[in-house]
């Protein structure tokens, strides 16, 4: 079952389980859209895998399997290169 993160990684901004802006890798790592697109390139930095909008978790189903609350922020993504 997907995390659900609370936010972007690259610059902190909220990301609430039904945001429509949410990325994510398969290792589930999370970006806004705005990141994800002009700043990472569609790339993960931490895996190099690609960025894909997150699925939206129907809300009878969130209210039995809530969003995560651990926020991942690392504010040198924009510098990084993937490994």
Not at 7 to 15: F, H, N, Y
Request: with cysteine.
């Amino acid at each position: 079952m997907l995390e659900l993160r609370p936010g972007c990684e690259c610059c902190d901004r909220d990301l609430p389980p039904e945001s429509r802006d949410a990325r994510i890798c398969t290792f589930e790592c999370t970006f806004c859209a705005d990141c994800a697109e002009s700043v990472l390139g569609g790339i993960c930095p931490n895996c190099a895998g690609e960025l894909v909008p997150r699925p939206i978790r129907p809300p009878a189903a969130l209210a039995r399997h809530l969003a995560s609350a651990r926020r991942v922020f690392n504010p040198g993504c924009r510098s990084q290169q993937a490994i």
